[in-house]
């Protein structure tokens, strides 16, 4: 039996329903001969699944109730229900509404679950490996800090005294450059003064360009002589320190 020779005899075993009635059967039935095709079933094989024609409109027939033995006045007509709750995954068509059959969200198969099941493993094998990591870095942080509290006592004086000598050298060097400026001040005043000879003049103004020479040469340069300092003192903490301080920055040293 073929499709078509199939809707044919449903149709002609339900005729008695009213024609808007049959062509919503059919048009359920046809949206699922398609279904059924397009997972790979044949011709014969969704017919062999619908059954005997027959059979199927002496059920729709009654789902409706349509009682051959009561009068046309009251047979009643209510939507079908074609599977019952033992249906597929397809729920009946709402005839009233005039749509067809609608599918219904698959249920997790095994397969799904297992593949669910071994990711949720996986997932908390994940967790409890990195708390595991967290509670060594934890571990390994509080020994590294008594480690470094230990060289600070040992060597902060060392750095101390590093520090201190950088920075004394930068006073002296800013002190020799106001100084110098003072001098050259002092000398240019000394060789305007009268009574003095030309050649304590011209003594006292070479004093004066030599000092205001220095002088030229370091207070504009306050600045990069302070960051001289501060390159070198922190230069001095990486030397004795550093590893400390890359390890709590996530650092690594070059």
Known sequence: MTKYEWETELKKCMSRLPKAEQDRVLAYYNEL?????????????????FGNPADVAFKIMTDYGMDER??????KIAPPDFFGKSSEDITPPDFWEGRGAKKKPALPTEKQERKEEKRDIREMKREDKEARKEERGQKRGCFATAVFLIELILFGGLFAGAVTVIWSVVVSI?????SCAAGAVYSVLCAVMPGLTLGTRLVEFAIAAACAGLALAIIPNTVKIAKCGAKLSVGCWKLLFGWYTNKRTGKKEA
């Open 70 to 75: 009561a009068p046309d006045t009251e047979r």
């Open 174 to 178: 800013y002190a020799v450059g106001y």
């Open 33 to 49: 001969f398609a279904d059924r095709a397009d997972d790979g079933m044949s011709e014969k094989q969704i017919i062999n699944e």
